[in-house]
């Protein structure tokens, strides 16, 4: 059973890529599309994918070393709502734990794959990810195409956890409203990439540093780019209940101020990644941004 998502087709000599011994399967001659439809999803769709751009947990030969996308069920199924998923710590990686997908059943023939690739990509809705300031959430889209080109249009609900790093000093490149603006802009093209995305769910849990921008600035630098998306029509957006004032907001959950069908949501987060968000640490990384933006201090590297 592989721990990756498919992007393969089966190979053609195999007896079961017939046409004719299709019709002889019971699953094929007997069944009406719509029960097999049923069978690929109580098999393989309906859960909460966690993808990982990670190591092999296991192996550490050389090719184990080697990073590449994993997966793994995740423990929460997709009706709980995203921020008790984004609150609290994740262990669908761990070896005792780890679930993932049989996916065995569309590499028994042609027509399996063709009918239960849509499902698979469809029904589930994945999960990532992105903790510290080594890699944007724009890089895991891109990288995550590049590995799935030929299903990657085919997700239609997609959730995002993006982490800034509170201690790295340099985390104000990758924050949207200082220097991140391009890795922001770059992550939104890359979701509008996607002709089937109706669904969307994204937590941003910064630090807490100095404002800039007026509430309407930062209001349209955050939900502005949502309307890129042609086809969505759930999104929720989290981000820490330290910004509401800044965003002229209330510390509850309401409907995001973008005109068109959809019910798209801002909600605040009390807490960073299952722990209490504290006080003197969210001041002390703001007054160490504050230092770090005096004039004579250089900008972080590479900008």
Same mark, same amino acid.
């Given at each position: 059973?592989?721990?990756?998502?498919?992007?393969? #087709?089966? *190979?053609?000599?195999?007896?079961?890529?017939?046409?004719?011994?299709?019709?002889?399967?019971?699953?094929?001659?007997?069944?009406?599309?719509?029960?097999?439809?049923?069978?690929?999803?109580?098999?393989?769709?309906?859960?909460?994918? *966690?993808?990982?751009?990670?190591?092999?947990?296991? /192996?550490?030969? @050389?090719?184990?070393?080697? %990073?590449?996308?994993?997966?793994?069920?995740? #423990?929460?199924?997709?009706?709980?709502?995203?921020?008790? &998923?984004?609150?609290?710590?994740?262990?669908?990686? !761990?070896?005792?734990?780890?679930? &993932?997908?049989?996916?065995?059943?569309?590499?028994?023939?042609?027509?399996?794959?063709?009918?239960?690739?849509?499902?698979?990509?469809?029904?589930?809705?994945?999960?990532? &990810?992105?903790?510290?300031?080594? /890699?944007?959430?724009?890089?895991?889209?891109?990288?995550?195409? &590049? %590995?799935?080109? %030929?299903? =990657?249009?085919?997700?239609?609900? !997609?959730?995002?956890? =993006? #982490?800034?790093?509170?201690?790295?000093?340099?985390?104000?490149?990758?924050?949207? *409203?200082?220097?991140?603006?391009?890795? +922001?802009?770059?992550? =939104?093209?890359?979701?509008?990439?996607?002709? $089937?995305?109706?669904?969307?769910?994204?937590?941003?849990?910064?630090?807490?540093?100095?404002?800039?921008?007026?509430?309407?600035?930062?209001?349209?630098?955050?939900?502005?780019?949502?309307?890129? $998306?042609? *086809?969505?029509?759930?999104?929720?957006?989290? $981000?820490?209940?330290? +910004?509401?004032?800044?965003?002229?907001?209330?510390?509850?959950?309401?409907?995001?101020?973008?005109?068109?069908?959809?019910? +798209?949501?801002?909600?605040?987060?009390?807490?960073?990644?299952?722990?209490?968000?504290?006080?003197?640490?969210?001041?002390?990384?703001?007054?160490?941004?504050? /230092?770090?933006?005096?004039?004579?201090?250089?900008?972080? @590297?590479?900008?």
């Amino acid at each position: 059973m592989s721990d990756q998502i498919p992007d393969t #087709e089966p *190979h053609p000599g195999t007896l079961a890529s017939c046409p004719l011994n299709q019709l002889e399967s019971p699953l094929f001659g007997k069944l009406p599309a719509e029960l097999r439809a049923a069978i690929y999803t109580e098999i393989f769709g309906g859960e909460r994918i *966690h993808l990982s751009f990670t190591t092999h947990p296991i /192996r550490a030969d @050389r090719v184990g070393l080697r %990073k590449r996308w994993r997966h793994a069920i995740c #423990e929460q199924s997709p009706i709980v709502p995203f921020r008790d &998923v984004t609150a609290r710590q994740h262990h669908c990686f !761990l070896a005792s734990r780890r679930r &993932v997908l049989d996916i065995n059943l569309v590499f028994t023939c042609q027509r399996a794959l063709e009918e239960g690739i849509p499902i698979l990509y469809q029904s589930n809705t994945f999960h990532i &990810v992105n903790i510290g300031t080594e /890699r944007l959430p724009s890089d895991d889209l891109r990288s995550l195409q &590049v %590995k799935i080109p %030929k299903n =990657w249009g085919l997700i239609r609900s !997609l959730e995002f956890k =993006w #982490e800034v790093n509170i201690f790295d000093r340099n985390h104000p490149s990758f924050v949207p *409203h200082h220097w991140g603006r391009d890795g +922001y802009e770059a992550f =939104w093209d890359g979701l509008a990439d996607m002709p $089937l995305l109706s669904q969307l769910r994204i937590s941003i849990i910064m630090p807490q540093i100095l404002m800039l921008t007026s509430p309407f600035e930062l209001q349209k630098l955050y939900f502005e780019p949502i309307k890129r $998306l042609k *086809h969505l029509r759930t999104c929720e957006v989290i $981000l820490p209940i330290s +910004y509401s004032s800044h965003f002229g907001m209330s510390p509850e959950d309401q409907r995001l101020p973008i005109d068109g069908d959809g019910d +798209y949501r801002i909600s605040w987060a009390t807490v960073d990644d299952g722990r209490p968000l504290a006080a003197e640490a969210t001041t002390s990384a703001s007054l160490q941004l504050l /230092r770090a933006l005096t004039p004579s201090r250089a900008q972080p @590297r590479g900008w």
